[in-house]
């Protein structure tokens, strides 16, 4: 088990950054993939980024590749996504997830999810 609390949403202006972090409970942290996700009003679940157990692996969606960087700390329990140039189109909220095994963009094959936290893009 695993429990997720994700923090640093907020109101930004367009070309603007935010760092969002997630903090994970439990003393197994590096044994999960863990991924960042978001849902805009009206819309479905979205991958945005993962990352593997031990950090080597991520991926992106083709939509911030290049601005956003997902990032962790292992001695922290602590995973991040760094996302610069923010766009409008960013506006949603953003939730982090965990799961045992390859760090795969799916969000419905995580098993953790955090509350989630709000990024609004103002133009």
């Known amino acids: 088990q695993v429990q997720l609390v994700e923090s640093g949403g907020g109101l930004v202006q367009a070309g603007g950054s935010l760092r969002l972090s997630c903090a994970a409970s439990g003393r197994t942290f590096s044994s999960y993939a863990m991924g960042w996700f978001r849902q805009a009003p009206g819309k479905e679940r979205e991958f945005v980024a993962v990352i593997s157990g031990n950090g080597a692996n991520t991926n992106y969606a083709n939509s911030v590749k290049g601005r956003f960087t997902i990032s962790r700390d292992n001695a922290k329990n602590t995973v991040y996504l760094q996302m610069n140039s923010l766009k409008p189109e960013d506006t949603a909220v953003y939730y982090c997830?965990?799961?045992?095994?390859?760090?795969?963009?799916?969000?419905?094959?995580?098993?953790?999810w955090g509350q989630g936290t709000q990024v609004t893009v103002s133009s």
């Open positions: 997830a965990a799961r045992i095994g390859l760090a795969i963009s799916t969000w419905y094959s995580y098993n953790y």
